[in-house]
Nanobody
Framework: QVQLVESGGGLVQAGGSLRLSCAAS????????MGWFRQAPGKEREFVAT????????GYADSVKGRFTISRDNPKNTMYLQMNSLKPEDTAVYYC??????????????????WGQGTQVTVSS
């Protein structure tokens, strides 16, 4: 079972930027697609972005497209989420997750089997 640890969250003003990191244990990180999800208070966890094992293919929620960029560094066993032009509605706990083995990118929570503990992102207006 892989362990995932998120970092990089914090408090930022609207319009600002943050970069989240997700460090993975184990030697199989580079063989799995990965994803970022978020959960705001009182709301369900929602998809943010996903990336293929190679990093070539990516997918984004409409709400973050053009503002967020997902990337990965396989030799470092780390995935990133660069968040620019942040809005108050981006406030949430952000989670990284590993895709259950499969070649097709997914946005469904059910298709991810390992989750980090989350990192809080708060955007003030």
């Amino acid at each position: 079972q892989v362990q995932l640890v998120e970092s990089g969250g914090g408090l930022v003003q609207a319009g600002g930027s943050l970069r989240l990191s997700c460090a993975a244990s184990g030697r199989t990180f580079s063989t799995y697609a990965m994803g970022w999800f978020r959960q705001a208070p009182g709301k369900e966890r929602e998809f943010v972005a996903t990336i293929s094992w190679s990093g070539v293919s990516t997918g984004y929620a409409d709400s973050v497209k053009g503002r967020f960029t997902i990337s990965r560094d396989n030799p470092k066993n780390t995935m990133y989420l660069q968040m620019n032009s942040l809005k108050p509605e981006d406030t949430a706990v952000y989670y990284c997750a590993r895709r259950i083995a499969g070649s097709v990118l997914s946005r469904r929570l059910l298709d991810f089997d390992s989750w980090g503990q989350g990192t809080q992102v708060t955007v003030s207006s």
